[in-house]
T-cell receptor
């Protein structure tokens, strides 16, 4: 049973435009949500997180939106840059410091 | 501090052999996590430690797998009698207690032939 799902395996965006990556979850006990970026042959790199008491968190070009009623979160990257090309994973945990449950990832390609 | 380190980066072994991986967390991080990632999937939780205490184990961690963190610093993950299904990337992460984000190492890629 996949508790965290990323339904789009890949996304292609033009440089300078917005990238929107989506994630759905089923476990209503999840309280924290995170996005990681992964380049080949490297471990995942933390990007941004949000707790369930918020509906938006922003850090530079990255914004995460959380819709608890829909059990849906999204990551917006504006403007997209070629260096953003990577696999993006969303993850969730029941409480801070607990194990992370990951989605299957979305490969983002930003074309120059 | 240079981040989480893992050794070796790659390991090729024959089915039935034992392998051991090492993880050195970010210093002062009390929590250390092990995950496994197979091709096309996200990382899956295996186990985690707070200091030397192993607090949780996934059902993925069969009795052929054992993890230790004897002095609360580095950790080892051993797989006995490896099977081809054990081929995966083994990732280690660390964090402070109560910290939401976990910081990952580069992983150890295991190939069982």
């Amino acid at each position: 049973d996949q508790q965290v799902k990323q339904n789009s395996p890949s996304l292609s965006v033009q440089e300078g435009r917005i990238s929107i990556l989506n994630c759905d979850y089923t476990n209503s006990m999840f309280d924290y949500f995170l996005w990681y970026k992964k380049y080949p042959a490297e471990g995942p790199t933390f990007l941004i997180s949000i707790s369930s008491i918020k509906d938006k968190n922003e850090d530079g070009r990255f914004t995460v939106f959380l819709n608890k009623s829909a059990k849906h979160l999204s990551l917006h990257i504006v403007p997209s840059q070629p260096g953003d090309s990577a696999v993006y994973f969303c993850a969730a945990s029941v409480y801070a410091g607990n194990m992370l449950t990951f989605g299957g990832g979305t490969r983002l390609m930003v074309k120059p | 501090d240079t981040g989480v380190s893992q050794d070796p980066r790659h390991k090729i072994t024959k089915r039935g052999q034992n392998v051991t991986f090492r993880c050195d967390p970010i210093s002062e991080h009390n929590r250390l996590y092990w995950y496994r990632q197979t091709l096309g999937q996200g990382p899956e939780f295996l186990t985690y430690f707070q200091n030397e205490a192993q607090l949780e184990k996934s059902r993925l961690l069969s009795d052929r797998f054992s993890a230790e963190r004897p002095k609360g610093s580095f950790s080892t993950l051993e797989i006995q009698r490896t099977e081809q299904g054990d081929s995966a990337m083994y990732l280690c992460a660390s964090s402070y207690p109560g910290q939401t984000e976990q910081y990952f190492g580069p992983g150890t890629r295991l190939t069982v032939t």
